[in-house]
């Protein structure tokens, strides 16, 4: 994780729109500049792997979306899970400004604090249902609710284990399936 430097004052949704499309991932967190490069085979086989699964369980009324893609809760800040689960009626033109029903995020060695810590963070504070924590090094993932305003454990699967998880809506999903390469 790298912090772009700059003068004092703050980022803003706005600043960020004028940065360049270089292939790096640029997000914001309460004004702070957060540039992550771009992601390994793994990352993007687990994303990819999850997404499919996602869309098939997907109930009418919600949307399964890819990163990038910016959610902005606020003006100072914009962030990218690799994926998110939306309501229909809450998908705007550009980007996403309400809370989001799912946010996923495969972690990867630049990012693993950034997600599992800052981004945990902000979407608990903002209302995110539900976050789940996919790490292909381990193969794991962990599925968090949010209650009364905290995120509680749903669940936690590894390897070969199976995370039965109930929300946004019912799902189940093995770790070791989602890095695994597709058999031919």
């Known amino acids: 994780m790298t912090v772009m430097p700059r003068e004092a004052r703050e980022w803003t949704v706005e600043d960020l729109d004028q940065l360049p499309d270089d292939g790096l991932q640029y ?4 004004g702070l500049l957060l540039v992550t490069p771009a992601p390994v085979p793994v990352h993007q086989r687990a994303i990819g792997n999850l997404y499919v699964l996602l869309r098939e369980a997907c109930p009418p009324g919600f949307e399964v979306l890819l ?3 910016d959610w902005r809760p606020d003006p100072r800040t914009s962030l990218q899970p690799d994926l998110l689960v939306v309501r229909n009626d809450d998908v705007g033109p550009t980007n996403i400004t309400a809370p989001l029903s799912l ?3 495969v972690l990867s060695p630049s990012t693993r604090r950034k997600d599992s810590v800052l981004k945990r ?3 608990e504070e903002c209302g995110v249902s539900a976050y789940w924590i996919v790490d292909p090094a381990e193969p794991a993932v962990l599925a ?3 209650v009364d305003g905290r995120y ?3 669940t936690r699967a590894t390897g070969d284990g199976v995370a039965r998880i109930e929300r946004p809506f019912g799902v189940e999903v093995c770790p070791r399936e989602l890095v695994s390469p597709p058999q031919l």
Do not use: I, M
């Open 67 to 69: 990163a990038p893609l």
């Open 27 to 30: 997000e914001l967190l309460d």
């Open 103 to 105: 946010a996923v995020e």
């Open 121 to 123: 963070s902000k979407y």
């Open 144 to 146: 968090l609710d949010l």
């Open 152 to 154: 509680t454990t749903a």
